[in-house]
């Protein structure tokens, strides 16, 4: 079993900043991709960002591009989700997602086949 447990979601004022980290645990796996979706009160679950294996590819959605940046360590199997500049239409529900073959661009076009999810974390963007 694998397990995805993110954390530093809260509540922020808009412009402010936060760090979202995604810990991977239970059987190890070394995934080819991990990434960050999130799901608005209403809206389907979209795509933030994805980064490959040895961290040499990022893929960021244009709607964030430039205010959030994605990283990882795969010593401690964590992946990272800085969140700057932040704005009220960033308000969501946060999850990790990890892929032990899946690409970058694979991640941010077919979610549907993402092999492991974490449960969440609530980001709370105040006007």
């Known amino acids: 079993q694998v397990q995805l447990v993110e954390s530093g979601g809260g509540l922020v004022q808009a412009g402010g900043s936060l760090s979202l980290s995604c810990v991977a645990s239970?059987?190890?796996?070394?995934?080819?991709?991990m990434g960050w979706f999130r799901q608005a009160p209403g809206k389907e679950r979209e795509f933030v960002a994805a980064i490959s294996r040895n961290s040499a590819i990022t893929y960021v959605v244009n709607s964030v591009k430039g205010r959030f940046t994605i990283s990882r360590d795969n010593a401690k199997t964590t992946v990272f989700l800085r969140m700057d500049s932040l704005k009220v239409e960033d308000t969501a529900v946060y999850y990790c997602?990890?892929?032990?073959?899946?690409?970058?661009?694979?991640?941010?076009?077919?979610?549907?086949?993402?092999?492991?999810w974490g449960k969440g974390t609530l980001v709370t963007v105040s006007a």
């Open positions: 239970g059987r190890t796996v070394n995934f080819d991709t």
């Open positions: 997602a990890a892929d032990p073959i899946m690409s970058v661009r694979a991640m941010g076009v077919n979610s549907g086949n993402v092999d492991y």
